[in-house]
């Protein structure tokens, strides 16, 4: 019974949608923030279509990466000749999205905040975004007294006074460039949506954000840590099933399952890999030198698993449940362990010196999500 639940629990976590719409007007960015958060140029394989015209005509589902349960949905542009805001809400399923991000890149208008309120009533929640900020300052900066603080916070402002005029009441802005997620207000947004989101999603969340900084990797460790018991239980529970061999063949599967999903999840595999080294132009094998600890996801076989076991001198100890369980909690939190600590060491990697030109690009480096 305890397995069961356990593999329930595990499944469900696993299997839990999350659907985030990103809508506004056309030209504000919908599409180029679309790409960033799932690691993309807008030029790449795969990428929402961007440019000046508007380009999304009809609602667009962009899932990520290898978690098919997760989707990004570029909605159709608001506010042009052809947008009826009666028939725009039935058109795009309101009905469907966890959340909403409603983007500009100028000022809220009337049409933003009509959406706005139809979402509420819908009891969902929904998030301002100002993007192309970048473009603001690099236009302030010509001037003698530009100060970059006080020019975010008079775009801020200004963004309020308009969301007032319109009847909105909701007054949180978000500032943001969709290829510098480290810089304005990304992490903030973050966080927002992760003390807003319910357990489940909020986990899903974690997992698919860009690991843009140490913090980031830091939540991601805690959210997989969480749920390492959960795995050493279900494997517990296998081990004391009276069927010779089935233990020790289940429990290599659900460490190579776990452990090349901790790989995916901290980046740490060879499509990752080079679309950082490409974005921060530097050779991918610079990269790999700061790996010391893990394998890459690729070399996650059951003969790995096997050599490990071997090892560390518990492959014959799989039989027993207590055993079991502690065999498969230590080895999945030392390998946890050993991949966030060579996440951070790419980071860094990347953060040195010589790519400080091209690092406003990390942003969109986001190594395959995976759940739990």
Not at 64 to 71: D, E, G, K, M, W
Not at 177 to 206: A, G
Not at 312 to 317: A, F
Request: glycine share 4%; hydrophobic share 40%; net charge neutral.
């Amino acid at each position: 019974m305890v397995g069961r639940l356990s593999r329930k629990k595990l499944e469900s976590i696993e299997n839990t949608p999350l659907d985030i719409a990103i809508m506004g007007e056309s030209g504000a960015g919908k599409s180029s923030f679309v790409n960033a958060i799932r690691g993309l140029h807008d030029d790449d394989e795969g990428a929402a279509k961007t440019g000046v015209k508007q380009t999304t005509m009809k609602r667009k589902a962009y899932p990520y990466p290898r978690l098919q349960n997760v989707t990004i949905w570029d909605l159709p542009g608001i506010g042009t000749p052809s947008f009826e805001a009666d028939k725009y809400l039935n058109r795009v399923k309101f009905n469907n999205y966890d959340f909403f991000i409603i983007v500009t890149a100028t000022c809220f208008t009337s049409y933003h905040t009509t959406l706005a309120r139809a979402i509420h009533r819908l009891g969902k929640r929904f998030y301002y975004v100002r993007s192309k900020v970048d473009i603001d300052l690099r236009a302030e900066q010509r001037k003698r007294n530009f100060n970059k603080e006080r020019t975010l916070q008079e775009i801020r402002e200004d963004c309020k006074e308009n969301l007032r005029k319109a009847g909105e009441t909701s007054l949180w802005v978000f500032l943001l460039c969709s290829w510098e997620l480290t810089e304005y207000d990304f992490q903030l947004l973050q966080e927002t949506l992760e003390n807003e989101l319910d357990d489940q999603k909020r986990h899903i969340f974690i997992l698919v954000m860009p690991n843009i900084s140490a913090k980031i990797l830091e939540k991601k460790k805690a959210e997989l840590q969480e749920h390492i018991w959960e795995v050493a239980l279900l494997s517990c529970a296998i081990g004391v099933l009276p069927v010779p061999g089935l233990s020790l063949i289940c429990d290599v599967a659900i460490l190579v399952f776990h452990m090349k999903r901790y790989c995916l999840a901290f980046g740490l595999d060879e499509e990752s890999l080079t679309r950082l080294a490409k974005q921060i132009d530097k050779p991918v094998a610079e990269l790999k030198s700061a790996i010391r600890n893990s394998p890459l996801a690729s070399a996650i076989t059951k003969e790995f698993i096997l050599s490990l076991l071997s090892r560390s001198l518990c492959l014959g100890s799989l039989a027993g449940g207590g055993i079991s369980f502690a065999t498969t909690y230590y080895m999945l939190q030392s390998f946890l362990d050993d991949t966030a600590e060579d996440a951070q060491n790419i980071l860094t990697k990347a953060l040195e010196p010589r790519a400080e030109e091209s690092i406003k690009h990390i942003s969109a480096w986001h190594p395959h999500p995976v759940l739990m």
